[in-house]
């Protein structure tokens, strides 16, 4: 599967039989992109371990596990797939502090507006924006996650995607204020890793500064942080 950017084929990634499929043939658990120990600095710097949080298109990574092992006291994580829900299910069915609910991102009806202090998003946006009709998928996906959060929530975006393909999208809503952050992709040691994950960069109305400052091809993830902000769309 190829969750880049610019990739041009377009899949069934927003049908729930897709991933039943791909479930039902790879139970593993796996994580896109990160896992937990290398967030955890980022999350401490946005999340407090009271806050009730929100895993999107979890399938069956262990973020959620390594969050309230690390005293995160209420995640819940969503996912389209039956498969991978019940499955989860059955694997924490004695950690209340996990909740696994079978919802479809882009119509979270089962949650209350304002009800969330945090969403996290680990290749799920990403997925959408490459399978078919993106552009609206998308943004269901994002008015929904802007509505279920509090004022002064936020959502947290790992992507592949960077500003020149995701900030406009994430901009044009007007239902929040943007940090962006940069992880390595690969693993690496302290010592070498090139960006530090806790310190915002510095970005501009379209996001080249972002680019200037990486040059070309990093090979990074790109962690938007945004905050929840009402007052943005009084003004509209």
Same mark, same amino acid.
Not at 106 to 129: C, H, P, Q, W, Y
Not at 168 to 183: A, F, P, Q
Not at 187 to 211: C, F, H, Q
């Given at each position: 599967? %190829?969750?880049?950017?610019? %990739?041009?084929?377009?899949?069934?990634?927003?049908?729930?039989? @897709?991933?039943?499929?791909?479930?039902?043939?790879?139970?593993?658990?796996?994580?896109? @992109?990160?896992?937990?120990?290398?967030?955890?600095?980022?999350?401490?710097?946005?999340?407090?371990?009271?806050?009730?949080?929100? $895993?999107? +298109?979890?399938?069956?990574?262990? $973020?959620?596990?390594?969050?309230?092992?690390? +005293? @995160?006291?209420?995640?819940?994580?969503?996912?389209?797939?039956?498969?991978?829900?019940?499955?989860?299910?059955?694997?924490?069915?004695?950690?209340?502090?996990?909740? @696994?609910?079978?919802?479809?991102?882009?119509?979270?009806?089962?949650?209350?507006?304002?009800?969330?202090?945090?969403?996290?998003?680990?290749?799920?946006?990403?997925?959408?924006?490459?399978?078919?009709?993106?552009?609206?998928? !998308?943004?269901?996906?994002?008015?929904?996650?802007?509505?279920?959060?509090?004022?002064? +929530?936020?959502?947290? $975006?790992? %992507?592949?995607?960077?500003?020149?393909?995701?900030?406009?999208?994430?901009?044009? $809503?007007?239902?929040?204020?943007?940090?962006?952050?940069?992880?390595?992709?690969?693993?690496?040691?302290?010592?070498?890793? =090139?960006?530090?994950? %806790? !310190?915002?960069?510095?970005?501009?109305?379209?996001?080249?500064?972002? =680019?200037? #400052? #990486? +040059?070309?091809?990093?090979?990074?993830?790109?962690?938007?942080?945004?905050?929840?902000?009402?007052?943005?769309?009084?003004?509209?």
């Amino acid at each position: 599967m %190829t969750l880049g950017s610019t %990739t041009t084929t377009q899949h069934a990634y927003g049908e729930p039989a @897709y991933w039943d499929s791909r479930y039902r043939q790879d139970p593993g658990p796996f994580d896109w @992109y990160q896992k937990y120990k290398t967030l955890a600095p980022l999350l401490d710097l946005y999340i407090r371990r009271s806050h009730r949080v929100l $895993l999107v +298109g979890c399938g069956n990574s262990t $973020l959620g596990e390594g969050m309230v092992g690390d +005293g @995160y006291q209420d995640v819940v994580n969503i996912d389209i797939s039956s498969v991978v829900v019940e499955a989860m299910q059955q694997k924490y069915q004695g950690r209340p502090e996990m909740k @696994y609910i079978k919802m479809d991102v882009r119509d979270m009806n089962g949650f209350e507006s304002s009800s969330f202090d945090a969403v996290i998003d680990k290749g799920t946006l990403d997925s959408l924006m490459c399978g078919h009709d993106a552009q609206p998928n !998308a943004k269901k996906m994002l008015e929904e996650i802007g509505r279920i959060l509090k004022d002064k +929530g936020v959502y947290i $975006l790992i %992507t592949y995607g960077d500003p020149s393909y995701r900030l406009r999208l994430l901009k044009d $809503l007007r239902l929040w204020t943007i940090n962006m952050h940069v992880i390595d992709r690969m693993e690496k040691t302290p010592e070498l890793r =090139s960006w530090e994950l %806790t !310190a915002p960069l510095p970005i501009n109305e379209d996001g080249s500064s972002v =680019s200037a #400052l #990486l +040059g070309g091809n990093p090979e990074v993830h790109y962690i938007y942080v945004c905050t929840k902000d009402d007052s943005l769309r009084k003004h509209q």
